[in-house]
Nanobody
Framework: QVQLVESGGGLVQAGGSLRLSCAAS????????MGWFRQPPGKEREFVAAIRWIGGSTYHAESVKGRFTISRDTAKNTLYLQMNSLKPEDTALYFC???????????????WGQGTQVTVSS
């Protein structure tokens, strides 16, 4: 079973930047899509962004569009999330995920990482 390991979280001031990484233990060519989700304190998990592993097409949630950018390095089997202009409301546990089936960017994911905490202070 594939393992996904996130890194790069931390504490940052509002307006700052962080770059999250997600390393996959298995070859990722079998994935159709990889994505980032987040779970703010006391709230449901929500979709952030996703990318087609082949081709690189992306889709970002409206709440992060223009501030966050998802990307991947196929040679390194690694997914990234560049987060700029961070706001206190971006504070959450961030997860990466992967899915095999084609279709929706926002649901149907099969594998999940353990998460990395992002805290944005005001």
């Amino acid at each position: 079973q594939v393992q996904l390991v996130e890194s790069g979280g931390g504490l940052v001031q509002a307006g700052g930047s962080l770059r999250l990484s997600c390393a996959a233990s298995a070859r990722t060519f079998s994935f159709s899509t990889m994505g980032w989700f987040r779970q703010p304190p006391g709230k449901e998990r929500e979709f952030v962004a996703a990318i087609r592993w082949i081709g690189g097409s992306t889709y970002h949630a409206e709440s992060v569009k223009g501030r966050f950018t998802i990307s991947r390095d196929t040679a390194k089997n690694t997914l990234y999330l560049q987060m700029n202009s961070l706001k206190p409301e971006d504070t959450a546990l961030y997860f990466c995920a992967a899915k095999y089936a084609s279709g929706s960017y926002t649901n149907g994911y099969n594998s999940w990482g353990q998460g990395t905490q992002v805290t944005v202070s005001s």
